[in-house]
């Protein structure tokens, strides 16, 4: 029965977020009609993917009742230009959530990590900023954002009635992005957990002591079904394209799991596509909503918390105290960049 759950999981459970987010919205207009979460993504260039991740989100912030915004930027601007405008952004009051689309399309060298950082901490939905990764590290979670993959991977770890605590746990990669903050979540909620990665020997024997796999290699297939611990929760973050001519549109997508032979071994695995991919678009429009929540002064469960996810502890989050930390940070980022002049 969790094996049916999770293969179906991450469109289910990303549905039922969503709507618990738009019946949120709803309910707080009733008594604050102009509560209004704002989102804004800013792309540099024209990367035909981009495009596509971008629209994702736009269509999903619509489909809830957020304000989402896609301010598109040519490929000659210069860093100096994007800094201006992701200040622009953290300044509007109307603007609760930012993203900065990577990689970026430019011909001017830009210093991506260097940009991330200048966002606001508390409009930083993606997690990215040193700021909320130094917080998440500490367990700190009440006081910032997590990136939304690795969180979807929890709320889909929790809907297949897993609890971690005291489980062996094994994440497969170590990418800012996910594998990193995937291990800080997990071992906050109290799991014993081994990261592996591209140096890690042996990798099939550590997958063969977790009771919970979380991989994020991006590697197709790395992960051998054989490996799994029968009755493990398999959570494949992996998405690796090869063109296949009978396909639609002309592409497979792979995990980096070996999900035939894993699936009849698992006690429950997420399938690829349609796994984890709609929890990162649901829990970055949930980032956003908070935000808006904390901007109003709204604190406390609503709609979404209670009826959607009762158990979703790891999902708060005030995000408070970040005004002198962000200020200080945007003044060391210009001194950095005067440096490099």
């Not at 049916?4 to 039922?16: D, E, H, I, M």
């Not at 949930?286 to 996810?309: C, E, P």
């Not at 999902?315 to 950095?336: E, P």
């Amino acid at each position: 029965a969790v094996v049916s759950t999770l293969s179906t999981g991450g469109l289910a459970v990303a549905k039922k977020l969503r709507q618990g987010l738009k019946a949120d919205i709803l309910e707080i207009q009733k008594e604050i009609p102009d509560f209004q979460p704002g989102l804004t993504v800013v792309q540099v260039g024209d990367r035909p993917d981009s495009n596509v991740y971008i629209g994702a989100k736009v269509k999903a912030c619509e489909e809830i009742g957020i304000k989402g915004v896609h301010l598109k930027l040519p490929p000659t601007t210069t860093q100096e230009e994007l800094i201006e405008n992701i200040e622009r952004l953290n300044e509007d009051p109307s603007v609760h959530g930012i993203i900065l689309q990577v990689p970026l399309d430019c011909t001017t060298g830009i210093d991506e990590a260097l940009c991330t950082n200048v966002l606001s901490p508390k409009k930083d939905v993606d997690g990215l900023t040193d700021v909320n990764a130094g917080r998440l590290s500490r367990g700190d979670l009440k006081n910032c954002f997590t990136p939304c993959t690795p969180t979807g991977c929890m709320v889909l770890i929790e809907e297949a009635g897993v609890d971690v605590k005291g489980k062996n746990v094994c994440v497969v990669g170590r990418s800012k992005i996910v594998g990193a903050p995937m291990h800080d979540l997990l071992l906050w909620a109290h799991g014993t957990v081994t990261t592996c990665h591209s140096r890690t020997p042996d990798l099939g024997y550590h997958i063969r002591q977790a009771d919970v796999v979380v991989v994020a290699a991006g590697k197709k297939e790395l992960v051998k079904g054989e490996w799994i611990k029968p009755g493990a929760v398999v959570i494949d973050c992996g998405i690796n394209p090869e063109p296949d001519a009978t396909k639609k549109s002309g592409v497979k997508l792979w995990g980096d799991v070996e999900y035939p032979v894993a699936k009849q071994i698992a006690g429950a695995i997420t399938p690829v596509p349609g796994g984890v991919g709609p929890m990162t678009v649901a829990l970055l429009m949930r980032n956003t909503v908070t935000s808006a929540k904390r901007v109003h002064g709204i604190t406390g469960a609503r709609s979404y918390s209670t009826a959607a996810f009762p158990n979703a502890s790891h999902l708060g989050g005030t995000v408070r105290g970040f005004s002198t930390s962000a200020q200080l940070a945007r003044t060391g980022l210009r001194l950095l960049q005067m440096l490099k002049k």
